[in-house]
């Protein structure tokens, strides 16, 4: 019923760049906050990005100045710009959703919609 599918992920070289997309079906995002997650091998799952609903943006350090955040409402997807990646940041990367109408995004915030992820390695 309510899905979000992520693509773009790939293989990169360091210093390279990836453009990934969410896309929901079954429900429009207008009313929801996106995060984007990922997940390394043998770490935890960690916060990137996160979008609200009025397009107010919110990143990890780690990214902060490299990566950025959108989203298209009339296309109902979201967006991951990646520039200048790291071969530490090979993870898979999951989008979600959460029923938020006002006010910052949080990547602390509990999600309630997840994808199922697109691998990005960053390798030479």
């Known amino acids: 019923q309510l899905q979000l599918v992520e693509s773009g992920g790939g293989l990169v070289q360091p210093g390279g760049s990836l453009r990934l997309s969410c896309a929901a079906s079954g429900f429009t995002l207008d009313n929801y906050a996106i995060g984007w997650f990922r997940q390394a091998p043998g770490k935890e799952r960690e916060g990137v990005s996160c979008i609200s609903t009025s397009a107010r943006t919110n990143y990890a350090d780690s990214v902060k100045g490299r990566f950025t955040i959108s989203r298209d409402n009339t296309k109902s997807t979201v967006y991951l710009q990646m520039n200048s990646l790291k071969p530490e940041e090979t993870a898979i990367y999951y989008c979600?959703?959460?029923?938020?109408?006002?006010?910052?995004?949080?990547?602390?915030?509990?999600?309630?919609?997840w994808g199922r992820g697109t691998k990005v390695t960053v390798s030479s």
């Open positions: 979600a959703a959460v029923l938020k109408m006002f006010g910052l995004c949080a990547l602390s915030e509990r999600y309630d919609y």
